[in-house]
């Protein structure tokens, strides 16, 4: 009789037929802000699977729920391995991650010009094929008149941007397909459907009908209160621009303050919204509950309402953070195990306090000059701007077009320079100089020479 997966707590739908595998094991991790990952252990009466025909494409894992409903987690097949035999089948096992992932895989030097993070971080993915993308953003993020992506992967360029942003995401599974989700402000939550409220009870030998969580810790560390930055704009240079922000947060520490320079902003008001936005990324961490629970439509992304606590002022809303799921399908052979087991752990964070990403990936750093040619406007030999600023095309720039467009406008070291006194050089458009970038940023260039070469 042929194996079937159906009326099991956890089964895979794959692009090779129905229950050509069959889910034996099952463990899923997933974070706000992160890529999620499914690890499978699976069983086939195949012992000559083709590779090709499974990795990189996409399956299904189906939970079942109460009430006759199904929890799905999909993916795309990443890495998948052959591991011996189990009761005279073929063992083998798979990884699969989210789309995102793939982006891991691509690296590019890139400029984009008077974008906001959320259109270059758009244009990134369409670039890439993937349009599964829901759009919750709320906030307002200001364009960025120079960005650069430089030696990194596509995912560690679109990390850093929406850590910067104060951007996250999560995910939502579907039959079929998953769907990332951009947020930026706590009120665009929501419970999962049919897990509105979770009760707690203690770890007991009594069976319980409905689901529940059973362990409950709570942790609170200190962390700092005030967040303080600066940076300079030439364009305004008497301009103080700093910026901070201070939590009232009751605790018997001090007001520890964090200062920081440069805030990568040309404004006071740029500088207040970033100065929140670190803030709330610290205050984050301030709090972790995690817990244990049998409900299975815990999820990272998702709210629910702890009752029944014996402390009073636990019972409120959470937004859960992280979650790790495991589930195991009964034996196939006959004589074989019958249990069906599942577990899951979670940290959650206080529904209302503000959730932020750490700013966890490094922004590329470029050691020491390069060299660059002067370009501008076609017809143009002199092309600059009222503070004698020029534009480049950087060696590295494949897309660029050798024109106005090339990159921003670039300052001109200059031998003397003050107030109505000094000389002024300025590069004609061909010639070859020598940018450098201020703290090794590339959003930062900085012309400080030019060069001869073979034709200028």
């Known amino acids: 009789m042929a194996k079937t997966q159906q009326h099991r707590l956890v089964a895979v739908n794959t692009p090779l037929g129905e229950d050509v595998l069959l889910l034996r094991n099952f463990s899923y991790s997933e974070a706000l ?8 252990e699976l069983l086939s009466e195949k012992n000559d699977i083709k590779f090709p025909e499974i990795v990189g494409w996409n399956v299904t894992v189906r939970l079942a729920l109460a009430d006759d409903k199904t929890r799905y987690f999909n993916g795309f097949i990443s890495r998948f391995s052959q591991a011996g035999q189990e009761n005279g089948q073929a063992r083998y096992r798979a990884t699969a991650r989210p789309w ?91 419970a999962y459907p049919g897990y509105q409220q979770i009760p707690y009870y203690p ?4 069976a319980r009908q409905q ?17 303080t930055h600066t940076d300079f704009n030439f364009e305004t240079p008497r301009s103080d621009i700093m910026a901070s922000r201070k939590i009232d947060r009751k605790d018997g520490a001090e007001d520890f303050e964090i200062f920081d320079y440069p805030g990568e902003y040309t404004n006071v008001s740029e500088g207040e919204t970033y100065a929140r936005i ?21 999820s990272a992304g998702f709210t629910f309402s702890l009752t029944n606590h014996p402390r ?38 206080d529904a209302t306090q503000p959730y932020r990403p750490l700013r966890i990936t490094p922004k590329p750093t470029i050691q020491g000059p390069q060299t660059a040619m002067v370009v501008g406007s076609s017809g143009e030999e002199i092309d600059t701007d009222k503070y004698g600023r020029v534009k480049v095309q950087f060696h590295w720039d494949r897309y660029g077009k050798a024109d106005e467009n090339s990159s921003c406008w670039v300052r001109v ?28 940023d590339p959003d930062r260039p900085i012309i400080t020479g030019e060069v001869y070469n073979a034709e200028t």
């Not at 670190?278 to 815990?298: K, M, N, S």
Request: charged residues 25%.
């Open 33 to 40: 802000g992160s890529l999620f990952e499914m690890e499978l």
């Open 100 to 190: 995102l992932w793939f982006l891991t895989q691509t690296s590019d030097c890139r400029i984009f010009q008077n974008q906001t993070a959320p259109e270059i971080i758009k244009q990134i993915f369409r670039d890439a094929g993937f349009t599964d993308l829901q759009d919750d953003l709320q906030g307002n993020h200001r364009p960025w008149e120079y960005c650069v992506q430089y030696r990194e992967t596509d995912f560690n360029f679109v990390s850093r941007l929406m850590e910067q942003e104060g951007i996250y995401y999560y995910w939502k599974h579907e039959n079929g397909k998953h769907t990332m989700v951009l947020v930026d402000d706590s009120s665009a939550h929501a």
């Open 203 to 206: 770890p007991t030998q009594q």
């Open 211 to 227: 689901d529940y969580i059973f362990e409950w810790s709570i942790e609170q560390q200190v962390q700092p209160r005030i967040y």
């Open 278 to 298: 670190r803030i709330e990324e610290i205050q984050a961490e301030c709090e972790t509950l995690r817990g244990e629970t049998t409900a299975r439509g815990i």
């Open 312 to 349: 009073p002022d636990q019972n409120r809303s959470y937004l859960v953070t992280t979650a790790s799921v495991s589930a195991a399908a009964p034996d196939y052979t006959s004589g074989g195990s019958e249990e069906q087991e599942f577990s899951c752990s979670f940290a959650a964070l």
């Open 413 to 440: 070291a200059q031998i003397w320079a003050g107030k109505r006194w000094g000389g002024i050089t300025l590069p004609r458009v061909g010639h070859e100089v020598i940018v450098e970038f201020l703290e090794g």
